[in-house]
């Protein structure tokens, strides 16, 4: 007999104890994988459409003859990540993440398709936190501390006023987001996921820093309401 619950991996880190479990959900009879920190959700496979949006909305900004070095800030579900590698344009993908746990589980294989992601050779799964190698100049290759990339794309926090750490908090800015242009190449795209409405203010930052801004709104079925949930990808094109 499939379990109705089972907790697959648990672990302390910096920011709380973060779990996998998978599920059999009532509604839909499918199975189910979530993320919580402590008691809090983080993410669910039941809701997959805008992390991988991100990803398509993102490098659609991009030119279509070009090979493609991406980053993805935030391993997750890889989900985000997943998609990006489905564009045959994509020729390096590093993907950041803070909790080790989180890379371990795709190692593991305790999620589907975590194959698909770890053993493709276009990957590097870099453990570290994406805003302190931002802040402070490491960068997101250990071998070229200036390397630029073409497209970034976050999916951490649930948006840009609600962050899981106080220390998230300064990317949001047009000081952190100006620091975030200049690792990209001319014409490159920093893409964000955000569970919110579109934040005007936000799009006003973004803006200042960056050629041109855009927020999608990225509408799913929700299986759990019978009815429709959206989050927003905003699109940044930089000079």
Not at 3 to 31: D, F, N, V
């Amino acid at each position: 007999m499939h379990p109705r619950l089972a907790e697959l991996a648990w672990a302390p880190t910096r920011i709380g104890e973060i779990s996998l479990r998978r599920r059999l959900e009532p509604t839909t009879k499918i199975e189910v994988y979530e993320v919580k920190l402590g008691d809090e959700y983080l993410m669910s496979s039941l809701f997959t459409v805008a992390e991988e949006e991100l990803s398509r909305l993102g490098l659609a900004a991009l030119p279509d003859d070009a090979p493609l070095d991406v980053v993805v800030g935030g391993l997750g579900l890889g989900y985000t990540a997943r998609a990006a590698l489905a564009d045959d344009r994509v020729r390096a993908l590093v993907v950041v993440e803070a909790l080790a746990p989180v890379i371990d589980w795709h190692r593991r294989e305790l999620l589907p398709h975590a194959r698909d992601l770890t053993t493709d050779p276009r990957t590097t799964l870099l453990e570290g936190d994406f805003f302190a190698l931002l802040r402070d100049g490491t960068g997101f290759d250990p071998a070229d501390p200036e390397r630029r990339f073409d497209a970034i794309l976050v999916d951490i926090d649930h948006s840009p006023v609600n962050v899981l750490d106080s220390t998230h908090a300064d990317l949001y800015t047009a000081t952190g987001l100006g620091r975030l242009a200049r690792r990209l190449k001319p014409g490159g795209v920093f893409g964000l996921w955000s569970d919110d409405a579109p934040d005007e203010g936000f799009l006003a930052v973004l803006r200042e820093c960056f050629a041109a801004a855009t927020a999608h709104v990225v509408t799913f079925a929700n299986p759990l309401t019978g009815g429709t949930s959206a989050n927003t990808v905003y699109v940044a094109t930089n000079f």
